[in-house]
């Protein structure tokens, strides 16, 4: 196992109570481990003592990466929430913690 970080970096960004959470792979072969391995159910599940909304997959595989949308993400959002760091950023580190098969 590996972590998605080790076959992708990430780019957040947030509006209200939504993070938008882009997933891009370094190449081909680790867009289809990722493909494969990080629906938007398993995101959820995973993030799930951190949001409490739905999580949406969108592909791009031209750009061998996914755009997930997560409603429910930030307490409430940056302005009005009380966690000590209520960004996108904070749960784009968390995705990228998820573990993977490693690539063969």
Request: charged share 20%; no cysteine; glycine share 6%.
């Amino acid at each position: 196992m590996t972590q998605v970080r080790k076959l992708a970096h990430a780019r957040a960004g947030d509006k209200g109570n939504r993070s938008n959470i882009s997933v891009i792979a370094y190449d081909s072969a680790d867009f289809a481990v990722l493909s494969e391995e990080l629906t938007a159910e398993r995101v959820q599940s995973e993030l799930a003592p951190l949001i409490d909304g739905t999580v949406t997959r969108y592909d791009l595989p031209h750009l061998n990466a996914f755009n997930f949308v997560i409603e429910g993400a930030l307490a409430g959002g940056v302005t009005t929430s009380l966690r000590m760091d209520a960004h996108g950023k904070s749960l784009s580190f968390a995705l990228l913690a998820i573990e993977v098969p490693e690539k063969s």
